[in-house]
């Protein structure tokens, strides 16, 4: 089956600076990659996803890239904010039936101000 | 906006008693799903369920069971608690089909067997 691996386990940034989690997979048949943030005591949110027919995405601060023949995908948040220290979650999965996506195992971002 | 509610947030419970963690979402979605998360594990499957009444066992299924007797509910079952299901669980709901494959989590419900 799939299998995702998510680094680092723990990134600590200084408030503005920008901050980058890589996953990779396993399963080449894999076509949809969401990434979940996590707040203290809350259940994980979706905060964007790709599709393997594209290779990056942008939602303000937030971008995500794929790059299928190496079969990784990465999380970049620029001028990190206080408010982004959280839990973030990258996850695999192949689209069409009973979907089942694959998670990697987290990593804990922390923003000092 | 998608709902997915779990009706306990925090409860505590004996070992060997018997106990049902309820989940119901509200946008008609096929796939339900049961998570465990613990520390430094992320998150793992304990079941699934694509249609009512219908399961699949996940990559930790020992010592639960699951039950989906209409689309919008999910329910897992502990048959007897142990102190090494102390944990926070995740219910889950997402379309089957591309391209609505993103799940949507609840917001958790934290467990103690004592």
């Known amino acids: 089956g799939e299998n995702v691996e998510q680094h680092p386990s723990t990134l600590s940034v200084q408030e503005g600076d920008s901050a980058v989690i890589k996953c990779t997979y396993s399963?080449?048949?894999?076509?949809?990659f969401p990434w979940y943030k996590q707040e203290l005591g809350k259940g994980p949110q979706l905060i964007i996803d790709?599709?393997?027919?594209?290779g990056e995405k942008k939602d303000q601060r937030i971008a995500v890239t794929l790059n299928k023949t190496a079969k990784h995908f990465s999380l970049h948040i620029t001028e990190t904010q206080p408010e982004d220290s959280a839990v973030y979650f990258c996850?695999?999965?192949?689209?069409?039936?009973?979907?089942?996506?694959?998670f990697g195992r987290g990593t804990s971002l922390i923003v000092h101000p | 906006d998608v709902k997915v509610t779990q009706s306990s947030r925090y409860l505590v419970k004996r070992t060997g008693e018997k106990v049902f963690l309820e989940c119901v979402q509200d946008?008609?979605?096929?796939?339900m799903f049961w998570y465990r998360q613990d520390p430094g594990l992320g998150l793992r499957l304990i079941y699934f369920s694509y249609d009512v009444k219908m399961k699949e066992k996940g990559d930790i299924p020992e010592g639960y069971s699951v039950s989906r007797e209409k689309k919008e509910r999910f329910s897992l079952i502990l048959e007897s608690a142990s102190t090494n299901q102390t944990s926070m669980y995740l219910c889950?709901?997402?379309?089957?089909?591309?391209?609505?494959?993103?799940?949507?989590f609840g917001e958790g419900s934290w467990l103690t067997v004592v």
């Open positions: 946008m008609d979605h096929e796939n």
């Open positions: 889950a709901s997402g379309q089957g089909a591309f391209p609505g494959n993103t799940i949507y």
């Open positions: 399963d080449s048949a894999s076509n949809y």
């Open positions: 996850a695999a999965s192949i689209g069409g039936g009973s979907y089942i996506p694959t």
């Open positions: 790709i599709r393997s027919n594209v």
